[in-house]
């Protein structure tokens, strides 16, 4: 159902019921790009939830390409859905499309993004503050098993230029470097957020920085990727190597209870924010009372060797 492509994805919830009453809430979900580990999850986890609330849900991956988010949106409008989930990579993307979805009387949720047009609820992360607290967990890492020892922190960083709300958590990552660790560098960056991405940034950092130490990441695709090129080098079990970055998938908390390389990933717990989606969409068509706000922040919860047995149970 998620198979990774270039081009968009039409993923219908096939657990939905072929005949429809007309009371049925009818939802139209858009997510970014399937590639991307956890937001393929979490697309999961929406079906599911939709299923369980006998919600009419579809799903579509317009992989990063803001033409085939409008058309999906187009397409959803043209379906009579009640209500519209959208996930914009920057506040201006789509916002158009949505603003005629809201102004039509159907519900408009976001995800990861405020956009520039009216929406009924948002779900998103405070970017900088995420941000600083990855940088923060790899600073006192690197305070403890690097500059005590008298070893320079050498730091990789993976962002995305290219993505407003990727380019505020790197804002933070970078913030929380330099105010607690002085004693560190960033000395190369490398862009992306898929695995792919993240493998080709990590082979380049080694290259030009053998002796790199640290690399910090906007997401976990990207550093699973990272990961990749520090096993194929040898590199996994080093102690005086710290790989710091958010999401809080399955793949990246298994690799913190290796008590290898992968330090810490802030758990955003992104299942549950999908389903949380989903459920406040159906109440805001139903007109029902919700504890939902009109922005909801993601949890931001460190997963590091000290609690990781107990976050896997």
Known sequence: ??????????????????????????????????????????????????????????????????????????????????????????????????QKAYDAGIQVLVFDTEPNCDYSNCFMASNEELGYKIGEQAANWAKENLVSKGMTPVIGLVNEPSSEFLTERETGIRNALEELLPEGEIVITGAGTTALAGQEAGENFLQAYPDMNMVVSINDDTMHGVYEAFAQAGLTTSEN?????????????????????????????????????????????????????????????????????????
Request: aromatic content about 6%; glycine content about 6%; charged content about 30%.
């Open 241 to 313: 190597i710290g790989l710091f970055s958010c999401d809080g998938t399955q793949k990246s908390k298994e690799y913190v209870a290796e008590g290898g390389i992968f330090k810490c990933v802030v758990d955003l717990e992104l299942n549950k924010v999908g389903e949380n989606m989903v459920e406040c969409a159906q109440k805001d068509v139903l007109g029902e009372d919700s504890d939902y706000e009109k922005i909801n922040y993601f949890p931001m919860n460190p997963v590091t060797i000290e609690n990781v047995e107990e976050v896997l149970k």
């Open 1 to 98: 159902m998620c198979a990774c492509s270039t081009e968009s994805k039409l993923v219908e919830n096939e657990k939905a019921e072929t005949k429809k009453d007309d009371d049925q809430v009818k939802v139209g979900i858009l997510l970014n790009q399937a590639s991307t580990q956890v937001i393929s999850d979490m697309g999961n986890a929406m079906l599911d939830k939709a299923d369980e609330l006998g919600i009419d849900a579809t799903l579509m991956y317009y992989e990063m390409d803001v033409q085939e988010m409008i058309t999906g949106i187009e397409n959803y409008m043209a379906s009579d859905v009640d209500a519209l989930i959208v996930h914009p990579m920057n506040a201006n993307d789509g916002a158009e499309a949505m």
